[in-house]
């Protein structure tokens, strides 16, 4: 790393080598097949790459937001996200639950931990999601609830989007005693009791339905419904205090790396575009140039954003930081957007055509920029603006 770039550009291109000659080829057998893309996280621990969010004395890469560079994490992100956006989904959840532990567990749940990821290349993903109102059609029921026994917890009831179902070993769960709904559905009066549960997934009494995840894209995140029968989760396995999560604002650490995401498939789309273009003399036309020139401006326009809010975070300037996270939110999935739909509209069918990465692209995209719900993300910046109380966490209308 060095002062004038203030990101590791080593680290990221090792990744990218590897996304390139590794991931890529693998992303649509993944897809097809609606698999957890265990090779990829295989390559990254022999590369020693898979702990990016890890201190260095435990033997991570040191990355974070509170660590002084989040810029080198979110550009692997993009790399990894160019080959395979659902397999960025999954390292993003991945690499987001070791800044939880990094910041919220203690010593001794530091030590037990960090040496399973760097030593034995365990995988993490942290799960919230409890919807309380049913789809059309949709049978199952979410939610948990959590009663507090003597020497820990007793976990029933089943969350929903468990991104690396069946590929993780370990979970980070919202949960809250006070009823269903997780972190993304607490009220603001139950939000103070929202706990995080550290659970090894490798127990008998936790079910994954596999049926229930049978969407258009990002179907390598295999996304199951897990459902949680008398899961008994010890007193040491409690990360943080009850509430800290929401109180501390630690989602919004997140919210920039989702748009790393995006950035990446707006860049594939691009990199396609060209190639394209070149290969079939369209460079000529006017009209493939004005597409050429938007793709160009979205994918530095995002380049630009992550740099600046980087650097709010790297510097210490919080919760700046914070606020213009919603703002590279609700713009990268646009331009993102932009971007694949001007490659579409300048390469003509074809491009949606398999062994096109584009046709995965278009659909994976879809797919995960409904990660939030944009509306209320342009809501909330709008109440920023206004000087109103915003929830840079989840979006809501009242913060809780």
């Known amino acids: 790393m060095t002062a004038e770039t203030s990101w590791d550009l080593d680290v990221v291109a090792r990744v990218a080598r590897l996304a390139r000659e590794q991931f890529a080829p693998r992303a649509a057998h993944y897809d097809r097949t609606a698999t957890f893309p265990i090779q990829d996280f295989d390559d990254l621990f022999a590369a020693g790459l898979n702990a990016p969010t890890i201190p260095r004395e435990y033997g991570g890469l040191g990355l974070g937001p509170y660590r002084g560079d989040v810029f080198t994490l979110w550009m692997m992100t993009k790399e990894i996200a160019k080959a395979d956006l659902a397999l960025a989904r999954c390292?993003?959840?991945?690499?987001?639950?070791?800044?939880?532990?990094?910041?919220?567990?203690?010593?001794?749940?530091?030590?037990?931990?960090?040496?399973?990821?760097?030593?034995?290349?365990?995988?993490?993903?942290?799960?919230?999601?409890?919807?309380?109102?049913?789809?059309?059609?949709?049978?199952?029921?979410?939610?948990?609830?959590?009663?507090?026994?003597?020497?820990?917890?007793?976990?029933?009831?089943?969350?929903a989007f468990c991104t690396s179902a069946g590929g993780a070993r370990w979970?980070?769960?919202?949960?809250?005693?006070?009823g269903p709904g997780g972190a993304r559905h607490a009220s603001a009066e139950a939000a103070e009791t929202v706990l995080l549960l550290a659970c090894d997934l490798a127990d008998p009494t936790i079910h994954i339905d596999g049926t229930w995840w049978d969407p258009i894209g990002m179907r390598a995140t295999v996304s199951h419904a897990v459902r949680f029968d008398q899961t008994f989760i010890p007193d040491e396995n409690l990360v943080g205090v009850p509430g800290q999560y929401l109180r501390d604002g630690w989602q919004t650490c997140f919210?920039?790396?989702?748009?790393?995401?995006?950035?990446?498939?707006?860049?594939?789309?691009?990199?396609?575009?060209?190639?394209?273009?070149?290969?079939?003399?369209?460079?000529?036309?006017?009209?493939?140039?004005?597409?050429?020139?938007?793709?160009?401006?979205?994918?530095?326009?995002?380049?630009?954003?992550?740099?600046?809010?980087?650097?709010?975070?790297?510097?210490?300037?919080?919760?700046?930081?914070?606020?213009?996270?919603?703002?590279?939110?609700?713009?990268?999935?646009?331009?993102?957007?932009?971007?694949?739909?001007?490659?579409?509209?300048a390469c003509g069918a074809r491009a949606l055509n398999r062994p096109s990465p584009i046709e995965r692209i278009v659909r994976d995209l879809t797919i995960y920029v409904r990660h939030d719900n944009d509306d209320q993300v342009l809501a909330t910046i709008g109440r920023q603006v206004l000087g109103k109380k915003s929830d840079h966490s989840f979006f809501k209308a009242t913060a809780p």
């Open 91 to 159: 390292w993003e959840g991945h690499a987001n639950s070791l800044v939880l532990l990094d910041g919220l567990a203690d010593e001794a749940q530091r030590r037990r931990w960090f040496a399973g990821i760097v030593e034995r290349n365990e995988t993490w993903v942290a799960w919230s999601g409890e919807p309380q109102a049913r789809a059309t059609g949709e049978q199952v029921r979410f939610g948990t609830t959590v009663q507090v026994v003597d020497g820990g917890f007793v976990l029933n009831g089943t969350k």
């Open 171 to 178: 979970a980070l769960l919202l949960v809250n005693p006070a």
């Open 255 to 345: 919210v920039p790396h989702y748009a790393s995401s995006f950035l990446g498939a707006a860049e594939a789309a691009f990199e396609y575009g060209l190639d394209f273009i070149r290969h079939q003399n369209k460079s000529d036309d006017p009209y493939v140039q004005h597409h050429v020139a938007k793709m160009a401006l979205n994918v530095e326009t995002m380049h630009l954003w992550l740099r600046h809010i980087a650097t709010l975070w790297e510097s210490g300037r919080y919760s700046e930081a914070q606020a213009a996270g919603s703002r590279i939110r609700h713009l990268g999935e646009h331009l993102a957007s932009e971007t694949v739909d001007h490659c579409v509209r």
